[in-house]
């Protein structure tokens, strides 16, 4: 199957963006080129009317690890922000993980009351 070649339907096309640049990103039924899979997961996440978490999850995998951008810790939260607050995302889990304490710089208290304490710190990665 060529998956370049796919016929778009109006109510599939974010869903058929996503599933381009999944398959350019592994390179199945395509020349891998992890430009283009990261151009296909943008659109699919910055489409409007049906916004693909799955999309936008990617998106922020890109930024994250510098994938073809230039690695941007605070764009790659946005993306995962956006993923995780979206209705059909299956990739929650891997937006609250567990970040061991020596991977912070700056740790600073923002706010105390009832039985929190709420700190803000930079993510070194």
């Known amino acids: 199957m060529n998956y370049t ?8 096309i974010n869903l058929d963006l996503y599933d381009l640049g999944y398959n350019y990103q592994r390179g199945i039924g395509v020349e891998k080129d992890e430009h283009k899979a990261f151009n296909y997961y943008q659109k699919s996440a910055k489409m409007a009317e049906m916004r693909h978490a799955d999309g936008m999850y990617y998106a922020g995998e890109f930024y994250r690890q510098g994938i073809v ?6 764009i790659a939260f946005e993306w995962y922000l956006k993923s995780a607050t979206t209705e059909q995302n299956t ?8 970040i061991p304490y020596d991977k912070f710089e700056n740790i600073e208290e923002i706010g105390k009351g009832g039985f929190s304490t709420v700190f803000r710190t930079k993510y070194l990665n």
């Open 5 to 12: 070649n796919s016929v778009y339907h109006e109510n599939s």
């Open 91 to 98: 990739q929650k889990e891997e937006f609250f993980h567990w």
């Open 69 to 74: 951008v230039e690695k941007n810790m605070d």
